[in-house]
């Protein structure tokens, strides 16, 4: 097995930036020199989405930045000790010992023990201490294979046993103390990447637990394997904390256990007031307890979820199960058109049914490619249209599963295909979704007897929610949703002039306010449910997708312009991040600008937002249209009046670009410029 760390890969007494961002960078360039990585752009753009995920500080001025990456070809850990701290979220301060962990997306299981194994190192002050103190590269390599169990040379070694909190009980927790109760609380960590934070959270409850007279046992979800605790311990536990950023696998194990819920980071700062929550969770008889198997989900990152964040994650949650139905139906109809031109919603069904790739069609319109081009656009225009189809049950559908859980699914989309059917539309499918996941929650609530908790989420519950959600969408509340959902689509489908410039201009600002946020995610969502009304005499929607689409492609392509207009406003990292946003912003991911506003929120956001409502209301002036919900430039095909479309886009992109450079000058402090990037150098 190859050494994970070598001296090429330690950096001391070096500043390299100002912000986690511009470390991260320098530690991904050094392990791509080390000849452990392709491309640093691809390494650090892995690690650094991650980093956005979850701040990777740690108490004690520690900072373990990771990823997976197809990047890597050598799982490898980086280190730096920064003469200049550098801040990575950490609550007591910015950190000075920062760790990359650099693993390839398919690493072996041995490889990720011994890095799971470094992550619960560093929360050891021995161990961080003797990192400070050290005089040379070769001494941090020793100290990090000590800590490894691979000595100071011996990278080869097998990798050592995982801790005992990998769900195996600790002494004290396998046997409590003799005529003492002991209190026991089990826990579940788990971290997006799985290699750093579930391991550190596991240990530091432990820890906490220990120096408290708390039996702590915990089950580390993460990529070094998972052992399951044992259901005779769960049975005989207090509470259960889980301090996790994604799912929890198995959690009906832990079905009526008092329980406290958090990000995992939490964990690894504040382990005894989790317990502690959890404990007095436990004591109190109306304190928060899991469903009983088969009830419905509840979800509390951290404390009590409010009820308009509740719905927030809701709503966001089947707007984004939603999206790959219009991505994929949209484009397909898209493609539909070209091959088959705009008649093809005349023919498409009869061509589909009568006719095969032997038996081309005789009768299509004039601007399809042949007979083959008709036959093969009404195909993919009938496949994208019924995908379309789905949308609205969709979004009501996972609406209904944020909500409940599974139990809310059948409900949700039941609800949602009735809304489809009463004409109700998008804001049917909302009512709907909140409805069957409301309902669906609420029986689940309900104790139910043991013989009886089998069929709860397979049958009662999406039966008796069915049945409620649906029939207050036939009975009550699709007629009113259906006149309101007409009534919008015709006052869409009649703005001309300048109302459909200040539809341009509000949609620009929203796409550009938080870069893919949830306010950004509400114009575009409400752009693509508009599609599925759209037809040859109702056009709006078309527009109002290409007004969102051009907007949200601004901020990433004006960042690259302004690197570009002004190399030494922008840091290195800054003008790296710049080149990859040209292809970002090009292909419609606002995304791209997240770098930019992060560490310049004040002058990056509002430069955009000017640029967007610019090209948002050049956009509807122009009358461009966009039959594809996605991809930027790149479904030219699927654009109306594609040049003055481009223009729109390019007037915004300019205004951002121009706005951001001259803030950035005159207004603030000024940005550190390239020539302060620092050297790598030991």
Known sequence: MTELISPELVLLDVALGDASADVIRQLAQAVVDDGRATGVDGLFADAYAREQKTATGVPGGIAIPHCRSEAVTVASLAMARLSRPVDFGAKDGPADIVFFIAAPSGADQEHLKLLAKLARSLIKKDFTASLRAARTREDVVALVNEALGLGSSDAAAAPAQAPATDA???????????????????????????????????????????????????????????????????????????????????KDRFASLPYVQSPVKRAIDEPLVMLHEALSTAADPNGRRLPAAGGARVEEPEGRESVG??????????????????????????????????????????????????????????????????????????????????????????????????PGIAPGFTAGAVAGFMGAGFLGGIVGGLLAGYTAHWLGSFSAPKWLRGLMPVAIIPLIASIIASGLMFVVLGGPIAFITTALNNWLSGMSGAAAVVLGIILGLMMCFDLGGPVNKVAYSFAVAGLGAASATNQAPYHIMAAVMAAGMVPPLAMALATVLSPKTFNAAEHENGKAAWLLGASFISEGAIPFAAADPFRIIPASMLGGAVTGALSMAFNAGSKAPHGGIFVFFAIDNFIMWVISIAVGVAVTALATVGLKRYVGKKAPAAAEAQPVAA
Request: glycine share 12%; aromatic share 8%; with cysteine.
């Open 309 to 406: 964040g509740k719905l927030k994650r809701a709503l966001l949650t089947g707007v984004s199960y939603m999206i790959p139905f219009v991505a994929a139906g949209g484009l397909l109809i898209a493609l539909g058109f070209l091959l088959g031109g705009y008649d093809i919603t005349k023919y498409a069904d009869t061509i589909v049914v009568k006719n095969n790739v032997f038996d081309l069609p005789s009768q299509f319109g004039p601007q399809a490619w042949g007979p083959l081009g008709a036959y093969l656009g009404a195909v993919l225009f009938k496949i994208g249209s019924l995908s379309l189809g789905f949308l609205v049950p969709a979004l009501a559908g996972y609406i209904g599963y944020a909500l409940a859980d599974r």
């Open 168 to 250: 195996t009980p600790t002494a004290a927790a396998a046997a409590p103390t003799a005529g003492k109760h002991r209190q026991l609380v089990v826990a579940v960590t788990a971290c997006p990447t799985g290699i750093a934070h579930t391991y550190m959270a596991a240990d530091s409850l432990v820890a906490a637990g220990r120096e408290n007279g708390i039996d702590v046992i915990v089950e580390t979800q993460g990529s070094a394997g998972t052992t399951p605790i044992p259901q005779t311990v769960i049975d005989n536990a207090d509470a259960v904390v889980f301090a996790v950023d994604v799912d929890v696998r198995g």
